[in-house]
């Protein structure tokens, strides 16, 4: 019985496959780790009954898949040679390119690097998002963004992995022109490995805090502000009456207009601040200040200009409403 393979798998999942319908798995062994430090190689080796393959790879993901496509080409060789008899019976037809995440030619982990990069910088990290999927079932592209500041560089593949190794490897290389020192890279990490480096890069980030000098609040100061919050709560008027009463979770509703109305109902001026760099999602952003005491500043983002400030001003009236419920 001969199976053909979806399209866009890789070695690592078709070899599965295969192997549950035989009722067994592989093997894989970590046999080898070489090279400096930061720029390590690794060989895996795979066990298939009585068929042994190696492969290599600058992270363990990549040596893995290598190995696997190796152990597939013998499989199927043998398949051919003899005709698909006896246990090589169930050895797919593979007419499609098996598609490995490392098919790219990219080296290393460029998803890995470039957080690194982020994280080394200060920055937050890099954003992803799916911009287009196209073509037939068997013949998919698929195109990602990523997504740094204002920066935005796009990646195509025939898989989703492909396609966001590219648009990091992009960015990358991108920000390596950028005034800022360059972080040092760690091309050989793992993607495994990614969330406990990024929690050593968090913990080392804001160690510094503890040694800083921040103003607290004064006995005075805070006694206006105590005073404000009492005032408010005991505040009236029509408007913001009308604003207990109202369903802030309605998008259609002209949250600028209601809170310029109870801004000026309650005389405390309304100032909108547009954000000149985009979100790492490539939204508009926004910071809406009302002149109450304290000052209270308020975030909004959106799809325009005009989203983000209206997004800002939700947020200021849900502020305003649970300060002024009775």
Known sequence: MKMAVAVGKTPVSVLQELLSRRGTTPKYELVQIEG??????????VTVADVVAMGTGRSKKEAKHAAAKAVLDKLI?????DGSVGTNSTV?????????????????????????????????????????????????????????FKHRETGTGKSKKLAKRQAAHKMWEKLQDSPVMASSV???????????HSVANVAARYADLKDSKISTLTTPHSHKVS???KNLKLSSGIKLNELQSTSLNNSSFNFVQFLQEIASEQQFEVT????EEKSITGKWQCLVQLSTLPVAVCYGSGNSSKEAQASAAQNALEYLKIMTKK
């Open 186 to 196: 760690t091309p050989g990490l793992d993607e495994d490995d990614e969330i406990a």
């Open 272 to 275: 909108y601040v547009d954000i």
């Open 36 to 45: 400096a430090i930061h720029e390590p190689t690794f060989r895996y080796r």
């Open 77 to 81: 060789g043998s398949s051919q040679e």
């Open 92 to 148: 797919p037809e593979v007419k499609a390119e098996i598609i490995s995440p490392y098919d790219d030619k990219i080296p290393g982990n460029p998803i890995g690097t470039l957080q690194e990069m982020c994280m080394s910088r200060r920055w937050p990290p890099p954003g992803y998002e799916m911009v287009n999927e196209e073509g037939l079932p068997h013949e998919r592209l698929f195109t990602i963004a990523c997504v740094v």
């Open 227 to 229: 005073q404000f919050h």
